[in-house]
């Protein structure tokens, strides 16, 4: 039995999160706004400021998560107009990655542009939340795509692991779409443009889409993160893992998750299999992707080179 015991109060203390404590997020958040009339700079470096700070000190799971362990994600918002005093409208790319068990190298899980955010914000008022009712448009912005992100982070590491942060993240569209703040009407909460964060998240929520995300976990737990210990059975899991993607993808042609899918991936998809030695299996990968990716098919084709 211990001789000393710690306070209660002091024991509580250690444990809870607090607001400055490393969190699951390591964000690195990117403004420009080059193309409108912003005389202030310096609000631009508070927005940026507060932005990063609301990502990166906030709790977003009950889990534990070093320092080292912390999601790595930057957000790119470009500033397209302001309206009117305190109200912008920009564009934003959403980037996260995920080290390479074993290596130094990062690879990123998702890059997904967001052509439409719509938020108002004051350098006097703190980016407030709260998940079950909305509060503003930035703040459903930048809690949303913390949860995506944790989402596919965890989806990385088991199959369908993502999936509690999915359903946070429908709450928070759900209470986007329905707000009634005339100057913060942001149409991509809802399904009309294809390519909006509405269907990233239908998507990722989908059953018949359900390979794409089982894939996931195949590309990067049971390929990428043993690749330099077994390169050839890395090589057959993100064969496997890319089947589920093209069985997705043919099941809903044109959906948003396997575009994203290839744009994040399909230079790396080259690179790891153009050194392999087995010829019938590079054919077969070139011939898949090709189909399913035509976009990126000279990209596929370099894999047939002698490395």
Do not use: H
């Amino acid at each position: 039995m211990r001789k000393i015991l710690l306070p209660l109060l002091f024991v509580l203390t250690l444990l809870a999160p607090s607001a400055g404590q490393a969190q699951e997020l390591l964000a690195e958040v990117q403004i420009t706004a080059e193309n409108v009339n912003i005389s202030d700079r310096q609000l631009i470096q508070q927005m940026k400021n507060d932005m990063q700070s609301f990502l990166n000190t906030r709790a977003w799971t009950n889990q534990t998560y070093r320092p080292e362990e912390r999601i790595r994600c930057r957000i790119f918002v470009g500033i397209t107009a302001v309206p009117q005093a305190g109200t912008y409208q920009a564009t934003a790319r959403i980037v996260s990655s995920r080290p390479v068990y074993g290596t130094s190298y990062e690879t990123n899980l998702l890059s997904f542009a967001d052509k439409a955010w719509v938020f108002n914000y004051s350098p006097q008022n703190p980016i407030d939340y709260s998940e079950n009712t909305f509060v503003s448009n930035l703040s459903s912005l930048l809690s949303f795509y913390a949860y995506i992100i944790i989402g596919m982070d965890q989806d990385s590491f088991a199959k369908l692991g993502g999936s509690p942060y999915y359903d946070r993240a429908r709450n928070i569209l759900n209470n986007a779409a329905n707000q009634s703040v005339t100057n913060e009407t942001d149409p991509a909460w809802q399904d009309g443009e294809t390519r909006n964060r509405y269907w990233l998240l239908n998507n990722l929520q989908d059953p018949q889409l359900e390979a794409m995300r089982t894939g996931i976990y195949a590309y990067y737990r049971q390929g990428l993160d043993i690749f330099i210990q077994k390169p050839d059975e890395a090589r057959s899991s993100l064969f496997t893992a890319l089947q589920g993607v093209q069985a997705a993808a043919i099941r809903r042609p044109g959906t948003l998750l396997a575009r994203a899918f290839f744009d994040t991936k399909s230079d790396e998809i080259s690179n790891i299999f153009r050194t392999a030695q087995d010829q019938q299996q590079k054919q077969q990968v070139v011939s898949m992707l090709s189909e399913v990716d035509p976009t990126n098919s000279a990209k596929y084709q370099t894999i047939m080179r002698q490395p």
